[in-house]
């Protein structure tokens, strides 16, 4: 499997706060989630990728090139959507299209005038007078129109509206399914990514906490109620949590979870219910086990 | 890219800049206004061309002003990162801001030489007297670059430069205070001024002289 982005012990510090020995493979052609509560690091990583930091420790591949010392290159193949706006408010919608395509050889001036029309944006309007999600379109214009082979999207619809954020969703899936691009988008809004994302990474107080596809992600991590008094010693699962509930019984949220190991209870109907985590429930139980390690690893 | 970079700092200077080319075509003119044939015409123009001649240089300076903070405006505003995600060396990047600057300047220049030459054109000056509309442009035009080179440079530093760049003047400042009270006759920041200025420094341009007319 090729890696688009291949990041190892990356370390970087500024302040207080610190990235410590990240690794991060992203695969081509993936839709990857990095997830993470505010502040764990996300966005520092993604200024890292793009060159914008330099790291103290560590290596980092994009598209095959070592950043920094390829990133010219490499920023002319990668699309960018930082989580505030970075584009001159001085231009209009029009005016900054110009200016992207003169730095990007293969921008697609077709794209980015469908694109125009199919959000609906004002061309002749100064950026400083667009709304925050007409800002969000032009950004995720100007990304999707230079053709990239990798998109990076730091919280690219947060704060926008539901018809806003679906439209930009569609429009970055669309050029995926077309163009077979990788694409990384950052988000703490769990629930956008479940739908799309064939990859996720969880990064928690500047450490990755889980790296794996989606499906395995989501199918492994399972609330299970379980009669009282049964014992997850031994078990061919992680339990993450455990917690009491009603009748005497209690409830373990574990990871790596499959059917068949439903006989580990042994026929005992020890085991009462399993029941599915949808990502952020699966997200929320990552974050705690990774913050307050007590759980046992089967 | 330098039809972009251009058309990004006229479009955030261009009422300052509409300003300076007006100023620029009018002073010529205005300096002369009111200095008629006659016994003293000639003391009449030395005079009025000599007390126009500190307003060149000014004007060069205040154009070097707006052409380097609006230079690098927009990228502050945006915190650099469009910049810096652009696909592009941040030399030729910086080359690209500095060269759309200097031809702006130089369209200042020319409104200078138009506003001279419209000024001394098909005036008939007394003996010994000459009109120099092209080295007065030509002066202008060095002084601007001279003082927007120094600008441009400082303007486009990081913020944690420019507090290292104040606390060095105001070190100066305060050892050249500390100096004077002692006696001594060594002031650090006005041999700095003295290097700038001097006929081989920097800004050496301004201490020309900037007569439209002269002898």
């Known amino acids: ?298 | 890219m330098f039809r972009v970079i251009l058309a990004n700092q006229w479009r955030e200077s261009r009422i300052a800049i509409l300003f300076l080319a007006a100023t620029a075509v009018a002073i010529p003119s205005w300096s002369l206004w009111g200095t008629t044939p006659g016994p003293w015409e000639a003391w009449h123009l030395l005079n009025a061309a000599q007390q126009s001649s500190l307003a060149y240089p000014l004007l060069a300076l205040l154009a070097a002003l707006t052409l380097a903070a609006g230079a690098w405006r927009p990228d502050h505003r945006a915190r650099h990162v469009y910049a810096l995600t652009l696909p592009v060396p941040r030399s030729r990047y910086l080359l690209l801001r500095y060269a759309a600057g200097l031809l702006l300047l130089a369209c200042l220049g020319m409104a200078l030489a138009v506003g001279a030459g419209a000024a001394t054109v098909g005036r008939t000056l007394p003996r010994y007297l000459e009109a120099h509309p092209l080295l007065l442009a030509g002066r202008f035009v060095l002084a601007g670059v001279s003082a927007y080179t120094l600008l441009f440079a400082v303007s486009g530093i990081t913020a944690r430069t420019a507090r290292l760049l104040v606390a060095g003047l105001l070190l100066l400042l305060a050892v050249s205070a500390a100096a004077d009270l002692l006696g001594l006759d060594w002031n650090p920041l006005a041999r700095c001024f003295e290097a700038l200025m001097s006929p081989y420094g920097p800004l050496a341009p301004f201490r020309w002289t900037w007569m439209l007319i002269d002898v």
């Open chain 1, 1 to 298: 499997m090729t890696h688009a982005i291949d990041v190892r012990d990356l370390t970087y510090r500024v302040q207080d706060f610190a990235l410590r020995n990240l690794s991060l493979r992203v695969p081509s052609g993936a839709v990857y989630g990095f997830l993470g509560p505010n502040g764990a690091g996300k966005t520092t990583t993604i200024r890292l990728l793009l060159g914008l930091l330099r790291p103290e420790a560590g290596s980092i591949q994009v598209l095959g090139g070592a950043v920094p010392a390829d990133i010219v290159s490499i920023l002319g193949r990668v699309g960018y959507v930082p989580e505030r706006p970075h584009l001159y408010q001085n231009h209009t919608v029009e005016e900054s299209i110009r200016f992207h395509a003169a730095f990007h050889p293969r921008f697609d001036h077709a794209a980015a005038a469908d694109l125009a029309a199919r959000f609906g944006l004002p061309e002749r309007r100064l950026l400083s007078r667009l709304s925050k999600g007409e800002m969000g379109k032009v950004m995720i214009l100007l990304a999707l129109a230079q053709r990239p082979e990798l998109l990076v999207l730091d919280e690219p619809t947060d704060g926008l509206d539901p018809v806003v954020r679906r439209e930009a969703l569609h429009a970055i899936l669309d050029y995926v399914t077309e163009s077979n691009a990788t694409v990384l988008i950052s988000s703490h809004l769990v629930h956008e990514l479940e739908r799309f994302c064939d990859w996720v990474g969880v990064l928690d107080q500047g450490t990755i906490v889980a790296q794996l596809p989606m499906d395995e992600f989501k199918s492994g991590l399972k609330r299970l109620r379980v009669a009282a008094g049964s014992s997850p010693d031994a078990a061919p699962f992680s339990v993450l949590a455990r917690g009491t509930a009603g009748l005497g019984g209690e409830v373990w949220t574990v990871r790596g979870w499959r059917p068949e190991m439903t006989a580990w209870f042994g026929g005992s109907h020890a085991l009462r219910e399993v029941v599915d985590l949808d990502l952020e429930e699966a997200f929320v139980e990552l974050l705690r086990s990774a913050r307050h390690p007590t759980v046992r690893e089967g």
